[in-house]
Nanobody
Framework: QVQLVDSGGGLVQPGGSLRLSCAGS????????VGWFRQVPGKEREGVSF????????YYENSVKGRFTISRDNAKNAVYLQMNNLKPEDTAVYYC????????????????????WGQGTQVTVSS
């Protein structure tokens, strides 16, 4: 049974940092694309970042380039999203997702190309 557990969200002041974690079980994350998405009430889920199979490519949405970094710890079967210089507009529920087919394109997968999703973790950026 595949399961993803998102964690690491919280309340942080503008300019602060958080590191989100996505822990996988029942799936070897390094073999597949893993993406981070975020969603605010009333809006569609937005792709923030992704890392391809075997770490060949990474992608960042324009508004987070230079501030967010996606990485893996294969020994822990986890993917992280380091978020620095956070802004109020980064406030959202963040979700990780994994596909189950090897993905080597530099273009991020569409949301419907991911097969499993975490439960989400709330990030609130406010003074």
């Amino acid at each position: 049974q595949v399961q993803l557990v998102d964690s690491g969200g919280g309340l942080v002041q503008p300019g602060g940092s958080l590191r989100l974690s996505c822990a996988g079980s029942g799936v070897t994350l390094v073999l597949y694309a893993v993406g981070w998405f975020r969603q605010v009430p009333g809006k569609e889920r937005e792709g923030v970042s992704f890392i391809s199979s075997n770490d060949l490519f990474t992608y960042y949405e324009n508004s987070v380039k230079g501030r967010f970094t996606i990485s893996r710890d294969n020994a822990k079967n986890a993917v992280y999203l380091q978020m620095n210089n956070l802004k109020p507009e980064d406030t959202a529920v963040y979700y990780c997702a994994v596909g189950t087919v090897a993905y080597y394109s530099e273009l991020p997968p569409l949301p419907n190309e991911y097969d499993y999703w975490g439960q989400g973790t709330q990030v609130t950026v406010s003074s």
